[in-house]
């Protein structure tokens, strides 16, 4: 299993601009997730799936757009990139475990920087 | 979900235990309490999470008070490669917003 993978590792772009950070994870699970951190502060969730076709926003949804067409699949769309969106983006997955628990399995991080 | 409250760092001598408190007053009877941790600038790695009973498992042991309002996670025999920050969440098992606050940030010295 390769887990969860994330492209593009490293991204710089101007601002205005807009582009897809792709996430896809090959666990067969319901559940993805964005997060964005910026530099020393936790994680902030955007937006997250509980199935193919399903979204919905989380604490900092603004600015970004999401859609989930397959189960392996959950790019983040970034519509109009500002130097605010400059941070490092996590994607997760997680399926239902024993007695409904769920641990989350994270990507190795996009590195964005909007100039 | 209820909100949780971690000491900002801690240090920790290599081969000891490291102790890790979480105070979640607030927290109601259908939560769970997750850890995670993030070494430098990785993606999160899931440790263990409970409900009530103390739990353990190749990587660490939680324990959780008994009224529920503070847990601590334990490093049994803490290594270098532990250096880390420290995440405790609390969140019901059917809502997938798991937020994450700042975390303690441990260090492991020889």
């Known amino acids: 299993n390769a887990g969860v993978t994330q492209t593009p590792k490293f991204q710089v772009l101007k601002t205005g601009q807009s582009m897809t950070l792709q996430c896809a994870q090959d666990m067969n699970h319901e559940y993805m997730s964005w997060y964005r951190q910026d530099p020393g502060m936790g994680l902030r969730l955007i937006h997250y799936s509980v199935g193919a076709g399903i979204t919905d926003q989380g604490e900092v949804p603004n600015g970004y757009n999401v859609s989930r067409s397959t189960t392996e699949d959950f790019p983040l769309r970034l519509l109009s990139a500002a130097p605010s969106q400059t941070s490092v983006y996590f994607c997760?997955?997680?399926?239902?475990?024993?007695?409904?628990?769920?641990?989350?399995?994270f990507g190795p991080g996009t590195r964005l920087t909007v100039t | 979900d209820a909100k949780t409250t971690q000491p900002t760092s801690m240090d920790c001598a290599e081969g000891r235990a490291a102790n890790l408190p979480c105070n979640h007053s607030?927290?109601?009877?259908?939560?769970?309490v997750y850890w995670y941790r993030q070494i430098h600038s990785q993606g999160p790695q899931y440790i263990i999470h409970?409900?009530?009973n103390n739990e353990t498992n190749e990587m660490a042991s939680l324990i959780i008070t008994e009224d529920r309002k503070s847990s601590t996670l334990i490093l049994p025999h803490a290594t270098l490669r532990d250096t880390a920050v420290y995440y405790c969440i609390v969140r019901v098992n059917n809502n997938n917003d798991m937020r994450f606050g700042a975390g303690t940030r441990l260090t492991v010295k020889p």
């Open positions: 607030t927290i109601s009877g259908n939560e769970y």
């Open positions: 997760a997955s997680s399926y239902v475990g024993l007695a409904g628990a769920y641990e989350q399995y």
């Open positions: 409970g409900l009530k």
